[in-house]
């Protein structure tokens, strides 16, 4: 059983950086692919990016290309959401989630298992 918990959130204004992190405990961290999805009120739940378990491949939402930065470090367990030129519309809760798949994977019934999140909010 793998447990997920995210840390880094908060209030930032529009054009500020935030650095997420998540840390894994129980299973291998570096077998499984990790992602970061977000929830803003009243939408689904979305892909952001992921990352597999070698850190080799990533994939980002287009909306995030440029500005967001997804990284792993394997020895602390821990995979890293870098945020830059934060927009309003980025405002959401922002979840971390882990799946057995060795490709980074969009749609979230493919994970296997996920954080609390975290709270990030942009104000204009």
């Known amino acids: 059983q793998v447990q997920l918990a995210e840390t880094g959130g908060g209030l930032v204004q529009a054009g500020g950086s935030l650095r997420l992190s998540c840390t894994a405990s129980?299973?291998?961290?570096?077998?499984?692919?990790m992602a970061w999805f977000r929830r803003a009120p009243g939408k689904d739940r979305e892909f952001v990016a992921g990352?597999?378990?070698?850190?080799?491949?990533?994939y980002y939402r287009d909306s995030v290309k440029g500005r967001f930065t997804i990284s792993r470090d394997n020895a602390k367990n821990t995979v890293y959401l870098e945020m830059n030129s934060l927009k309003p519309e980025d405002t959401a809760v922002y979840i971390c989630?882990?799946?057995?798949?060795?490709?980074?994977?969009?749609?979230?019934?493919?994970?296997?298992?996920w954080g609390q999140g975290t709270q990030v909010t942009v104000s204009s």
């Open positions: 990352i597999t378990g070698n850190g080799a491949s990533t």
């Open positions: 129980g299973g291998t961290f570096s077998s499984y692919t």
């Open positions: 989630a882990a799946t057995t798949y060795t490709i980074v994977v969009i749609p979230t019934p493919l994970y296997d298992y």
